[in-house]
Every structure is written in C-alpha cells, then in structure tokens.
C-alpha cells in the first residue's frame, strides 16, 4: 500500500548537477547520502510551524541557488537535507533531523561547506538527556559510534572551540577546517567518507532501535533541550549574520529558520 508523500527517489531539486561551480567539481554529498536518507522513508513536509515552505525546494536569488527539503517519519519531527551554491564558489550542504517530542534520540547534525581550495566540516550526534546522569542513554546510543569516530579522527582540528556550539555537541564530534592536499580533493572526500559512515550508524541504529520515552520527566528534558538547541541555531549561529549582509535578512532568516529541526 502506498503511504502518502513518501518520497524514496531523490528529489530532482536536489540534483548536484543543477548547481555547478567554478574551479572545481564538489562532493557527490546529496546523492550520496540520499539513498541512506530513503530507508527512512521520508514524508515529504509542505508546511513548518504553521508557513507553508513548499517555495525553499527550488531557492533562487541573484547569488545563491539550492534547494531545502523537509521531511518527517514516524518517529522523526523533523529531518532537513538542503543545498546551497552561492556565487558559484561556496557550495553548503546540510543534514539536520530530530526526533519527534516521543522520542528522546540524539539529533543529527553534518554540515559540509565546500570551497575550491578548503572545506569546513562537522558531524554529530546532539545528546537530548544528559549523558553523565543518564550513562544508559550514552552507551545505548554515543559510544557503538566510537570505533568510526577513532578511524576518522585525523579530521578533527576543532577550530572553534567554545563557540555557541561546544554546550551540546557529544564526545563524539568531528569538526575540521581542511585545503585539498591533492588533485583528487581526497582529503575532502574522506569527510564525506565520514558522514556515510556516521548517518548509517544513525538510522540502521539509533532510529531503527528507538523507543517511544515512557519516563515523563525524561520526556520533558528531551523536549526542552531539543527545543533550546532549535533556539539557540536560529538566534545565536554567526553565519545567520554574516549571510544575511550578503542576501537580506528576511531571505537568510526565513531559510535558516526552517532549517533548524
């Protein structure tokens, strides 16, 4: 039987091809990590918090294009996969998902920004309880992660610690700021080497064994951390500033708004 704006192949508005760049040829992110993106089924989102957002799967200004696809399941709130190519030189691509306010699962988070001669990085896995009073919630979830954040560590340079960031990323974070030591960009591709191995992990694991929270104070502190983690993106990322200076602040602001899960 057919559900209802499942969506399994990807998107056309996704397309890397659509978004071409000059002097270099970017990482397949989109279509890589799509077909992991697929098992879960997603359910194409039309609305956000009450606006209709159908309008950010096809973004078009004088220098940015891309596109932001929002989708739910079953146990996910809400999930966002965009891309952004702005001046033909900076290519941005996102995967951010939370669970719905049932569940209490870390959010994922991987950006990876692109340009001809660097690349910045981060992945993680936001913790929703607090790992040091819950250690259940650490072991059940972070650490089955430990071995490919060990294989992929040489890309971690952190290098920004103790920005708005630092409360809620987990032991497990990779964050790195890299230029292409070779033709091949293979430095670059093995961040998104990284991200495939993280978001497998992410879905064939911590969504696929997530249970509903049947502790209501535990509930609670996963609806409230999630929520201020959403809030603190939207007021507090500097790169809502610095874009808005280039696009306008109401285009940057409506965009990053809904990217925040």
């Keep these: 039987m057919k559900e209802d704006n499942v969506v399994i192949e990807k998107p056309a508005v996704l397309d890397t091809n659509m978004w071409k760049c000059e002097g270099f040829e970017p990482q397949p992110v989109v279509e890589t990590l799509w077909p992991i993106l697929s098992k879960l089924r997603p359910k194409i989102m039309t609305t956000s918090e009450g606006e209709d957002i159908t309008d950010l799967q096809e973004i078009r200004s004088p220098v940015i294009r891309g596109s932001e696809f929002c989708f739910s399941t079953d146990k996910i709130g809400k999930g966002v996969?965009?891309?952004?190519?702005?001046?033909?030189?900076?290519?941005?691509?996102?995967?951010?998902?939370?669970?719905?306010?049932?569940?209490?699962?870390?959010?994922?988070?991987?950006?990876?920004?692109?340009?001809?001669?660097?690349?910045?990085?981060?992945?993680?896995?936001?913790?929703?309880?607090?790992?040091?009073?819950?250690?259940?919630?650490?072991?059940?979830?972070?650490?089955?992660?430990?071995?490919?954040?060990?294989?992929?560590?040489?890309?971690?340079?952190?290098?920004?610690?103790?920005?708005?960031?630092?409360?809620?990323?987990?032991?497990?974070?990779?964050?790195?700021?890299?230029?292409?030591?070779?033709?091949?960009?293979?430095?670059?591709?093995?961040?998104?080497?990284?991200?495939?191995?993280?978001?497998?992990?992410?879905?064939?694991?911590?969504?696929?064994?997530?249970e509903p929270v049947s502790d209501p104070e535990g509930k609670a502190f996963a609806i409230k951390k999630k929520n201020l983690i959403r809030d603190t993106y939207r007021s507090k990322d500097p790169t809502v500033e610095l874009m808005s200076k280039q696009l306008g602040f109401d285009f940057i602001k409506r965009t990053w708004f809904h990217s925040c899960p």
């Design 81 to 210: 996969i965009f891309i952004t190519v702005t001046i033909q030189h900076l290519v941005c691509v996102g995967v951010l998902i939370s669970p719905n306010d049932d569940y209490d699962f870390p959010m994922f988070e991987v950006d990876h920004f692109e340009y001809s001669d660097n690349a910045l990085f981060l992945i993680d896995m936001h913790p929703l309880r607090d790992i040091v009073a819950d250690p259940w919630y650490r072991e059940k979830y972070l650490d089955p992660i430990e071995p490919i954040w060990k294989k992929y560590l040489d890309l971690n340079d952190d290098i920004q610690r103790n920005d708005f960031l630092s409360p809620f990323l987990s032991p497990y974070f990779i964050r790195g700021h890299h230029k292409p030591v070779d033709d091949k960009r293979s430095n670059i591709a093995r961040m998104l080497d990284c991200t495939v191995k993280y978001l497998e992990y992410y879905v064939d694991n911590v969504v696929a064994n997530a």
